[in-house]
């Protein structure tokens, strides 16, 4: 437990040689890649989505793809085609960026659904399919996504079922001013990326990930969690609360931080810390709602304050 935990406090420690400032973020992306999950990053340009994603792949020693979502793109820019070789006159595999262990998606709602539709399969079952051949992607495999969320024109918003398949969403926001001299002093010279070392490698991630699956979930806090996402379904501002993979991913995304914490059984504070994280994107408002000006973090913190939080028995009891 303690040599697992020290690894993920490694990559958050090297990552935080870039990202200055964003600790929480930091470990909630952490918690993603532990889980095995997709991360969601929505802020204004300029805040470190991109330096995030990058130090992430570094810092693991993972391979790292980027792809630039545009109105333009084709879904085989994407997951690669089949290509004739005149030479062996047969059609060959191209394989597309989406074959690396962590791929950056930039701005994916530029793009239109047909494209955005063929990350589905990636996310969700770890292959693509090209020409009806189905290829399986490298392990561990992470999708982290960005968009912006105060440009709308040219712009397709993801779908429902597409949301739900990101584990978690996260919000970089400004740095303090404090904060924002230091990132200008540590790139008067150079930027810090460029000297980022790997701490582990990808033999580890999945070490890591098999490490938080041990992590003891009672059945109390089980009940709490189903308790929490079912208050999501019947809350009177929300027009569609969060799916049943909600409920799996806040379990899972539990059990890493509890993992972080030094801790091998789940805390209701674990699922109390993560459930806007990773339920906030499955809400969906109602129309009288978001007139009002509610939100979905609102929502969430209402249906914490309304539920009784069980107490934890000790393993084994």
Known sequence: MDEVRGLA?????????????????VELAVIALMCGGHLLIEDVPGVGKTMLARSLARSTGCSFRRIQFTPDLLPSDVTGAAIYNQKSGDFEFRPGPIMAQIVLADEINRATPKTQSALLEAMEERQ?????????LPRP???????NPIEYEGTFPLPEAQLDRFFM?????YPSPHDEVTIMERQMLSHPIEELEPVCGPDDILRLQEAVRQVKVDSLVKQYIAAVVDATRHHEAV?????????????RGSQARALLDGRDYVLPDDVKALAYPVLGHRIMLSAASRVKGTTAQQVVEDCLSRLHVPGVRARGS
């Open 9 to 25: 406090l490694r990559i958050i420690e090297n990552i935080e040689r870039v990202m200055v400032g964003k600790r929480h973020e």
């Open 128 to 136: 693509v399919t090209v020409d009806g051949v189905s290829r399986p």
């Open 141 to 147: 495999f992470m999708v982290l996504a960005t968009q």
């Open 169 to 173: 969403r996260v919000h970089l926001g």
């Open 239 to 251: 027009y569609l609360g969060a799916s049943p993979r909600g409920s799996l991913s806040l379990q």
